[in-house]
């Protein structure tokens, strides 16, 4: 049997950021396979890019992955 994977969705939100805060500081047990993956909807403010970009480099600090999945822009999509 493979070895599962374990993921969290990071957002760059309030209850995600509290979460990953978290496992960075070792107040959670980090998992076997854990990854950290931003799914960017491509309409977010600057300063939530800026942010979500420093939580990459404290992941990395902790030795987490991050993965962030690009798809089409939402509100270019919705206009």
Known sequence: MKPLLTTLNYSGGRQSSALLWMVIR?????????????ANPGM????TYRYQ????????RAGLEVFNATGPNLYSDIV
């Open 26 to 38: 070792g107040e959670i047990e980090t998992p076997k396979n854990f990854v950290v993956i931003n």
């Open 44 to 47: 977010e403010r600057g300063e």
């Open 53 to 60: 970009a420093m939580m990459a480099d404290e992941c990395k």
